[in-house]
């Protein structure tokens, strides 16, 4: 299967994603188009969005998986940021590294399992090498469980475990892939990558 995705600029990606969040019921705190350019304004940033036909309409073309990520620095000033470099000291080196951190993603339950996010993300990965980059970040919940499959699938290595005081479901996970010569090599989808807007 070929895969067709958008790669956005800030002002229409954050739309973008804002429109697709409403689609995840299953997630309470959903991203506003502000938010997003909040997070991602003045910082290297990647947004990606996988498009495929209704079923029951194929002449239409809908959004329906999605990932976001940004550069994240040794030293950053907005709080919820700060914290997380905090809590990734002695998990990742970043002394003249370039880390990317996966913030948001996810692919629609109808569209689930028919390799939109392995698409996505090894579309991320091939521009965060060509813009630099070393190791990609992300950070799930224990009770994720497709998550913590996917991104077992996709090779994302666990580099930190904190376990939540109360209620271990609530544990975070931290993972990261190193960027490397064969990363590419080791990509498996098909991609048609369109700069949107063109
Ligand atoms: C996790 C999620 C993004 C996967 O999206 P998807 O488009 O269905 O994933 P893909 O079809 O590209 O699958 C990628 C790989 O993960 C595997 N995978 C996907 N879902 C899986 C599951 N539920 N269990 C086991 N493996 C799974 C696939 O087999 C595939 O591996 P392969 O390429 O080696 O065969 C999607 O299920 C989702 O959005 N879930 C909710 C999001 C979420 O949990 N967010 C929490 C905040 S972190």
Not at 5 to 24: M, S, V
Not at 39 to 68: N, Q, T, W, Y
Not at 113 to 136: K, N, Y
Request: net charge positive; with cysteine; hydrophobic share 35%.
């Amino acid at each position: 299967m070929e895969h067709r995705i958008r790669h956005y600029d800030l002002e229409q990606g954050a739309l973008e994603i804002q429109y697709i969040e409403e689609f995840f019921g299953e997630f309470p705190r959903k991203k506003t188009a502000s938010d997003i350019r909040g997070r991602l304004a003045g910082r290297r940033h990647c947004i990606l969005m996988a498009e495929a036909p209704l079923p029951e309409d194929p002449s239409v073309v809908v959004p329906v998986s999605f990932k976001v990520g940004h550069e994240l620095h040794a030293h950053e000033l907005e709080p919820k940021l700060s914290d997380l470099v905090a809590r990734l000291q002695g998990a990742i080196r970043f002394d003249g590294r370039r880390v990317l951190y996966s913030w948001i993603g996810g692919t629609r339950r109808d569209w689930r399992g028919q390799g939109h996010f392995r698409a996505l993300t090894e579309e991320q990965e091939a521009w965060a090498l060509s813009q630099g980059f070393d190791e990609i970040v992300v950070k799930t919940k224990n009770r994720f469980f497709e998550m913590r499959a996917t991104l077992d699938h996709l090779q994302f290595e666990v580099i930190k475990y904190e376990r939540h005081h109360a209620d271990n479901h609530e544990s975070k996970v931290y993972l990261s892939k190193r960027l490397g010569r064969d990363t590419l090599r080791r990509h498996r989808s098909r991609r048609t990558v369109v700069r949107a807007p063109a």
